[in-house]
């Protein structure tokens, strides 16, 4: 105000206006005045009471000032996340406005509830709502045996009501109850507590009470039966026992209130039975009961209704509309809703007080026995009318008659009368009926062909009631060919497919008849099978056991589905006899197929002919090998194809794109797979053998690419290089103990293995190299992992000459920062892949760590020169490796579509490579074929280094090298050649 | 259909390509084509009447293999340049392009629903990327692989790959399993029988293999191609009753599928016959070729 007055002029007395002098402002005014009166009015800042600033301006307020004393959270007024899915619903909130008041709101709101002083608490209820307050108070603090809200619910403390107390000091004990002179008078009191009681209880719906209430004793709206009045004495008490509420019921209904007995009833199943289908039997049941009383019971539950003077009308009535569903559950329901009485039988603890155990029940379970299946029962469907025209067509043969010209015709008829033969005449009424009209089906009812008809049922039935296999003419019917072809199939593991231009006979109503017969065969099959074994194939006759549980066999097999494990038959043999027997006996199954089949036009299998002694000799030989095997048998010299299976994790997104619910929902995630080391194998004497191969003409062409790119490549090739060390070795323990990388190790140890010679020659090249990028950072490193990092002492010339060579890199490197960038692009690119198996990793290494324990021995001549043609080298080299993989094996290299792989194209492909790269360092942006390639040769060439971040490793590495290389001063034959290797392209250099 | 019923005759040329054709596949109905090849673009054509339609360009390499959705209206794509391509088929403009894999992408194709493109990569892995979401990151990697995937195939709730370390990898999606069928030798092209019960692998080895995708049995090997370094389509018929596939010396061959004799065999090309594809309904094929031409054959 002060300093308004300073800045305005002001005539007349300035009115205070009202909301000025608001407590809060005044306040803060107050406490802040000394302030102010110094401040201008730009710095003043409106606080609330509590000091804190309330408003912010555009300017001064903004982000920190809504999080730190508005908000309370970075994010401001976050809503309410709503996460919702299809395992896991969301919960419909009770919002309360509780919810959305400040701790401040909710403190000023506590001061405005209303309660009874406990002065003027008459019935208690104040101070039972103090007692609980309490008691919850003392139960938060000290902890409670039984954990969670439970205690506090089961015990209530009861506290008595003045009225108690004054009936108490009048004289009155508890347990006597009082009369009517007294329920007059305590009733209304009463019936307000009630009221009270409901509003407090309703905190807590969990919580019923029920039972024995005072209530029990208001007369005048419920008038208590003569019965009750003794019961009455005792409830004048107030017990408060709290029930769980676990029925469906109201609450406060009590379906028991004229029928306190059943409540007894109840209670120890209750106890026994907490199931989860119990409930709704127990509500059926009540529901019974309570509709029988008539009207609901007086309770807590009905509050409105309860103020009406009059009867209750039954508000539950509808509710329980499945009454009759469980009717089992009562005991004798009907008797016990029509003479309910209050007669008291005490006698017997289990039945319902006023009833008896019938002595004779209507009710009887019964019991059926399973039929009995005859013994020469055939488990085949046979149709009503078969057997009569069987009789009748073995009588008389018809004549036999010439068949018809038309061919089609005579399929069919030969089609139908195979048909009727094995369905029986009910098959032949049927199509006679269906096809009356159709001229081509005029031979069922006596047209052109019937007696050629006659005389193949006849035939047919000839077949079914001997063999099938005794085709008198020697005919095979087009439904048994097809047959053959479908099982050959099964033999030979073949799938069956629809081929159209299979069937024999083009004309559509053949192919009718053909359809009908391949749905028969099905059917009629196992039955054939099952019949026809005894007559003709008996595999096992020197053994009459074994051949009686052959039959066993084949019965179940043909039967499908239910296969008696125990046969009886079988019993005194061991499990393993038995699975061998098993075998054998599918193995002979599967012949006496076959022979059926194929040999379907001979008049009978010479009996047991595949099946003497040596015949069952040979297929017991082969018991290994399941049915399945047979087909697949003359592949098991190639091991092809193997099947394996993996568990495999979709991402859960991947599941909701494809419409499928994530088979892993919620569970963590599987444990990475190993990988079996056959896997990297496969292919590896390929690649090494092509490696062999290839390495002169690569080399050659590399020497070439050294020359045209003299300068621009140093940086870039000791970048590469940096990258190829740590392709070479792994040091396997320093390697674990920072990333422990299942796959990444176990391929990589089987190469340290390899070419540990080499590798320790190597590392002293390596070290070299590595160490002028590396400098003091491994160091550091090493002291961050805690890994003991040895001193590299004994190295001082070499860090001296690295140093002037590093100074000499970075020069190079100013020069070729855009060829650098490009590399590093490509490597970090890199970084990220797989590592897998590498096939042409293994040779990769040694190769190169031969050229590496040269560059050591020429740099300690030659200094400067040496190392730079070095790495040179080394980058020629690892092209080598690149183009070895592309080469080791049919594997990689098709992946050039563009030409040809001949060897001469290759190298062309490379020589243009390093065209490219000249190209590159130009600018032109030329998309190539073999820029590709040389991408791609790249690329896997790191790929198959490492998955990690590749200067961690790699210099982790090289730090590794060095304190090994102590150890590995011999060189092999190896090297020493390639150290010759190196001379003459020296030479050629400087040329 | 009988041996004559084999589309044999040549309907029309197609020579738009500059360059090997890599890939052509016939889109859902069999009214049109898709081509792809070494000239960076993807050519769309009416096959019956020898029109070409529209021309895609955006790849910077190579285009390999594209595939467009059952309703018509997208495309993907991939190629050399390592990203998988979401294009529109009206505008022909790219929607988006999934980049991850670290190696040149062989094949790719959308899912049932059109809502996923899954690629298999030179760089071992299938990666699924999400069409629906603007998200570029794949929703899923599947590296299990040993060697570049080559192909890739998927079923309403499978995705099946064939690998050059020599596998067929089913992954199915439903069950959380991974079916690895070893069959020793790269694996070129895969191919669903149009039952489903069957995958065709073209193998490296000259051979087409059958598998029986339930069990993982060898049903059959067809052979008589020539196929040892280049990536070779092959296919069944739409009726199941003949494989078919192209052969590196220029030749077309059709297998019976049941007893794999070489039914036919005719010189369609003048230099390997990079990809065959055939109509889903008619007696129908398209096949592609190095030298740069587009074949309509039919009856």
């Known amino acids: 105000m002060d300093s308004d007055e300073d800045d305005f002029v002001f005539y007349g007395t300035p009115i205070q206006r009202e909301e000025d002098l608001t407590s809060r402002k005044k306040k803060a005014i107050a406490e802040s005045s000394a302030q102010l009166r110094t401040l201008p009015p730009w710095k003043q800042e409106v606080r609330d009471e509590e000091g804190r600033r309330r408003f912010h301006g555009a300017f001064t307020g903004g982000y920190s000032a809504g999080y730190y004393n508005t908000v309370g959270s970075k994010e401001g007024w976050a809503p309410q996340s709503f996460t919702s899915s299809r395992k896991n619903r969301a919960e419909v909130r009770q919002q309360n406005i509780l919810n959305f008041l400040d701790e401040d709101e909710k403190a000023d709101l506590e001061g405005r509830f209303l309660g009874t002083s406990s002065q003027f608490d008459t019935f208690g209820f104040t101070a039972a709502e103090v007692a609980r307050k309490e008691a919850e108070k003392e139960q938060k603090q000290r902890p409670s045996i039984i954990p969670g809200p439970v205690p506090d619910e089961i015990v209530l403390p009861a506290t008595e009501s003045v009225g108690v107390k004054l009936l108490l000091k009048m004289g009155w004990t508890r347990g006597r109850s009082i009369k009517d002179s007294h329920a007059d008078a305590l009733y209304d009191a009463r019936r307000q507590a009630r009221r009270a009681f409901l509003a407090f209880s309703s905190d807590d719906p969990k919580v019923k009470i029920t039972g024995s209430e005072p209530i029990k004793d208001d007369s005048e709206s419920f008038p208590e039966p003569p019965a009750n009045e003794d019961i009455q004495s005792s409830k004048n008490t107030p017990v408060y026992v709290l029930n769980p509420k676990q029925d469906l019921y109201g609450l406060g209904f009590d379906p028991y209130k004229y029928a306190p007995e059943f409540r007894e009833k109840k209670r120890p199943r209750l106890s026994s039975k907490v199931g989860s289908g119990y409930s709704k039997n127990f509500s059926s049941r009540d529901s019974l009961l309570g509709l029988k009383s008539g009207k609901s019971a007086p309770g807590f539950g009905i509050g409105a209704l309860e103020e009406l003077d009059a009867e209750d009308e039954d508000v539950y009535a509808t509710g329980y509309e499945f009454e009759d569903t469980h009717v089992q559950e009562i005991e004798e329901p009907a008797k016990l809703s029509l003479e309910f009485q209050k007669k008291k039988d005490q006698k017997d603890q289990d039945n319902l007080p006023g009833f008896r155990v019938a002595s004779n029940s209507d009710y009887k379970m019964e019991r059926f026995e399973a039929p009995l299946i005859p013994k020469d029962f055939v488990p085949r469907h046979a149709f009503s009318g078969p057997l009569e025209i069987n009789h009748k067509n073995h009588g008389i043969p018809p004549p036999d008659v010439p068949p018809p010209e038309d061919s089609n015709l005579k399929i069919l008829i030969e089609g139908v009368a195979n048909l009727v033969a094995r369905c029986g005449k009910l098959y032949e009424d049927l199509s006679r009926e269906k096809n009356q009209s159709n001229p081509l089906f005029s031979f069922l009812s006596g047209g052109t062909g019937h007696d050629y008809y006659a005389r193949k049922l006849w035939e047919a039935h000839q077949k079914c009631i001997d063999q099938p296999k005794q085709h008198l003419d020697g005919k095979v019917p087009p439904g048994m060919k097809r047959l053959t072809a479908e099982s050959r199939g099964q033999i030979l593991g073949e799938r069956p497919l629809e081929r159209t231009s299979h069937d024999p006979s083009p004309s559509d109503v053949s192919t009718d008849v053909q359809l009908q017969f391949n749905l028969t065969d099905t059917f009629m099959k196992s039955a054939a099978s099952i019949s026809e074994i005894p007559y003709s194939e008996k595999p096992f006759k020197d053994d009459p056991a074994k051949q009686e549980r052959f039959e066993q066999f084949l019965k179940e097999k043909y039967k499908g589905g239910l296969r008696s494990t125990s046969s009886s038959l079988a019993g005194d043999m061991s499990e393993a006899a038995r699975a061998r027997e098993r075998l054998d006996f599918e193995a002979a199954a599967e012949t006496i197929e076959k022979g059926k089949q194929g040999k379907g036009n001979k008049l009978l299998i010479p009996p047991s002919m595949d099946f003497i002694p040596g015949g069952v000799m040979q297929f017991t030989s082969g018991a290994a090998e399941t049915k399945k095997d047979l087909q697949t048998e003359d592949l098991m010299g190639k091991m092809y194809p193997k099947r394996e299976e993996f568990q495999w994790r979709p991402s859960s997104l991947l599941c909701k794109r494809f419409d499928l619910i994530d088979p892993y929902v919620g569970k963590p995630t599987p444990a990475p797979r190993i990988r079996s080391k056959i896997d990297t194998l496969i292919f590896t004497s390929d690649s090494v053998k092509s490696n062999k191969v290839e390495k002169p003409i690569a080399v050659k062409q590399d020497i070439s690419h050294v020359q045209e790119t003299a300068n621009q490549d140093i940086s870039e090739s000791i970048a590469e290089v940096d990258v190829e060390v740590e392709n070479i070795e792994r040091p396997v323990d320093l390697y674990k103990a920072i990333f422990s990388d299942d796959s990444d190790d176990e391929g990589e140890e089987l190469n340290v293995k390899k070419t540990e010679n080499q590798e320790k020659k190597a590392e002293v090249a390596n070290t070299a190299l590595s160490r002028l990028i590396a400098g003091d950072f491994l160091e550091s490193l090493g002291k961050e992992l805690g890994l003991e990092v040895p001193p590299d002492m004994p190295y001082p010339a070499q860090i001296s000459r690295n140093a002037v060579l590093q100074k000499e890199i970075i020069n190079e490197n100013a020069r070729s920062g855009n060829l650098m960038a490009e590399n590093n692009s490509e490597m970090s690119q890199n970084h990220g892949l797989p590592n897998d198996q590498d096939i042409a990793h293994e040779s990769g290494p040694s190769k190169v760590d031969a050229i590496y324990g040269n560059i050591l021995e020429s740099g300690s001549t030659k200094p400067k020169g040496s190392i730079i043609s070095n790495s040179k080298l080394s980058r020629s080299n690892r092209e080598n490796g690149d183009d070895d993989r592309k080469l080791k094996s049919p594997v990689t290299s098709h992946r050039d579509y563009s030409s040809s792989l001949s060897s001469e194209e290759e190298r062309k492909r490379k020589r243009s490579r390093h065209h490219r790269h000249r190209r590159h360092d130009a600018g032109s942006d030329s998309s190539s074929d073999d820029e590709r390639d040389h991408h791609s040769s790249r690329s896997k060439g790191r790929k198959k280094g490492s998955s990690h971040e590749k200067s961690r490793g790699s210099r982790k590495h090289s730090k590794h090298h060095k304190h090994r290389r102590h150890e590995s001063p011999s060189r092999s034959s190896h090297h020493s050649m390639e150290k010759d290797d190196t001379h003459p392209r020296k030479e050629k250099r400087r040329m | ?299």
């Open chain 2, 1 to 299: 259909m009988s041996v004559e019923d084999l589309p044999r005759k040549e309907s029309n040329v197609l020579k738009e390509h500059d360059g090997a054709v890599l890939g052509v596949r016939f889109n859902g109905d069999g009214n049109y084509i898709l081509s792809c090849g070494k000239d960076r673009t993807i050519r769309l054509w009416n096959p019956h009447r020898g029109i070409h339609i529209k021309t895609y360009k955006s790849h910077g390499r190579e285009v390999r293999d594209v595939h467009v959705t059952p309703d018509n209206s997208k495309l993907c794509s991939c190629g050399g340049d390592r990203q998988v391509f979401y294009w529109d088929v009206a505008t022909g403009r790219v929607i988006r392009k999934f980049r991850g894999h670290d190696g040149e992408v062989n094949a790719v194709k959308f899912n049932e629903y059109s809502s996923v493109v899954v690629s298999a990569g030179y760089d071992q892995s299938l990666r699924a990327w999400d069409c629906r979401s603007h998200s570029t990151e794949p929703i899923q990697i599947i590296d299990t692989f040993a060697d570049s995937v080559m192909s890739v195939c998927l079923t309403k709730t499978e995705i099946i790959g064939g690998s050059v370390d020599g596998t067929v990898r089913t992954f199915d999606i439903r069950n959380g399993r991974e079916t690895s069928d070893s069959l020793g030798q790269p694996v070129n092209c895969i191919s669903m029988s149009n039952d489903g019960n069957c995958i065709l692998a073209g193998c490296l080895d000259s051979t087409l293999r059958l598998l029986d995708r339930s069990t993982g049995e060898l049903l059959q090997e067809y052979k008589g191609h020539t196929n040892k370094s280049y990536k070779l389509d092959c296919c069944l018929t739409n009726n199941d009753a003949y494989v078919t596939g192209g052969s590196e010396d220029g030749y077309i061959y059709f297998w019976d599928l049941v007893d794999a004799s070489v039914v036919s065999r005719f010189r369609a090309h003048t230099s390997v016959v990079t990809s065959v594809s055939y109509h889903p309904k008619e007696n129908c094929m398209v096949t592609a070729s190095v030298d740069g031409t587009i074949r309509v054959w039919k009856t």
